[in-house]
Structures are given as C-alpha cells and as structure tokens.
T-cell receptor, first 112, second 114 residues
Framework: KNEVEQSPQNLTAQEGEFITINCSYSVGISALHWLQQHPGGGIVSLFMLSSGKKKHGRLIATINIQEKHSSLHITASHPRDSAVYICAVSPISSGSARQLTFGSGTQLTVLP | KAGVTQTPRYLIKTRGQQVTLSCSPISGHRSVSWYQQTPGQGLQFLFEYFSETQRNKGNFPGRFSGRQFSNSRSEMNVSTLELGDSALYLC?????????????FGNGTRLTVT
C-alpha cells in the first residue's frame, strides 16, 4: 500500500463546478503539500499545510491530522484549472522537509 | 526575481553514457532538492542540498550523485545511463530548511535514454 493515496485518479468537470480532490496518508507527517503540474512538466506549489485550512483565490486546502486526510477544493472551476494535482507529504521519519513522498496525482480536466 | 532555472530542458543520451543536469535556484535560496518523475514510479525524492552539503539522499543507486556550489547552484550526475533513467528531473529551491519554507520548482529537464 502506498504511503500517500489520492482520489480520484481522473476527474472531468464542467466549467463552474465545485471540485474536490482527496489525499490520505499513512505516516506521521510534518507538512503536506498540494502541487499543480501542467503539461510540459513544471510544478507549482499551491499550498503547504501542517494544520487547519488555507485559502488562495478559488482554491481551498484542508487537513485533518488525526484522520491523516487532506482535501483540495476548487470553487467555480475554469478550463485553465486543467492540470495534474499532486499531494505530497514530509514524513516525520525522514527528518527532512524536502524528502517528500508523493501521491500518484489527479488528472483534472475542466470542460468549457 | 528570476525563478528556478534548469538546464538543459531536453537531453537525449545513449545507454552507458553519463549526464550532468544543472539547477540554478532563486537568488538567496540556499536549499536545493532534486526529484525524478517517471510514468511508472511517479515522483520520487533524489537528494537535498544545503550550504554545499548533501543532507539526504533517496533510494537511488550510487550512479546518481550531485553537488552544490558556493553560489547555491546545484548539479546532478547520472553515470552509466540505463533505459530506466529516462525521466523528467525536477529541482526545487527554498530559502532554508524549515518546514515553513515554501518550495519553488523549476520546469525540469526531460532526459531520454536510448
């Protein structure tokens, strides 16, 4: 079993829909990251969380440390949100903030 | 402020050769980390450098090595290339080592081994 599980693997939505991507992990963590990867490969860090909730524009990320679960929400989705969204954790056991363990990603397609 | 710069963007090599990839972090950033992305294994951590010292290495063979220079620029080297080394290699920089220090990724170097 992978240490970081994401669901769904693929998601197609209509423009304007509310989107949720889920991430569950099985190890103790120091932080959880949500990353966005567009075709071509470059990655953008969207959020870094260790507790609670963060909001940036139409994106909201939440984490429940006790349940080892995080969600990424996109409100009023737009075709430009189409990308792969990746959850990554910094396991406490690694002793490093950069030794990330990654989920397999969620391919999001938003149709106009 | 310039972002993280990785060179080259694309590279084609033959099995058995060696390759060096370069990463220039954002000015002032002292931490550089490297990651490999393949269709089969996804994203995996390779190395982490801070102040010219390797702090951590992922589960990769000794053919994968790296270094960091005094200006924080980093290079990674893969010797005796194998077909399975074909991947997107990403580096990321951050100000420091803290968990609160945001990561900034480059656009990656896509290596193809034939």
């Amino acid at each position: 079993k992978n240490e970081v599980e994401q669901s769904p693997q693929n998601l197609t939505a209509q423009e304007g829909e509310f989107i949720t991507i889920n991430c569950s992990y099985s190890v103790g963590i120091s932080a959880l990251h949500w990353l966005q990867q567009h075709p071509g490969g470059g990655i953008v860090s969207l959020f870094m969380l260790s507790s609670g909730k963060k909001k940036h524009g139409r994106l909201i990320a939440t984490i429940n440390i006790q349940e080892k679960h995080s969600s990424l929400h996109i409100t009023a989705s737009h075709p430009r949100d189409s990308a792969v969204y990746i959850c990554a954790v910094s396991p406490i056991s690694s002793g490093s903030a950069r030794q990330l363990t990654f989920g397999s990603g969620t391919q999001l397609t938003v149709l106009p | 402020k310039a972002g993280v710069t990785q060179t080259p963007r694309y590279l084609i090599k033959t099995r058995g050769q060696q390759v060096t990839l370069s990463c220039s972090p954002i000015s002032g950033h002292r931490s550089v980390s490297w990651y490999q992305q393949t269709p089969g294994q996804g994203l995996q951590f390779l190395f982490e450098y801070f102040s010219e010292t390797q702090r951590n290495k992922g589960n990769f063979p000794g053919r994968f090595s790296g270094r960091q220079f005094s200006n924080s620029r980093s290079e990674m080297n893969v010797s005796t290339l194998e077909l399975g080394d074909s991947a997107l290699y990403l580096c990321a920089s951050s100000l420091g080592l803290s968990y609160n220090s945001p990561l900034h990724f480059g656009n990656g170097t896509r290596l193809t081994v034939t």
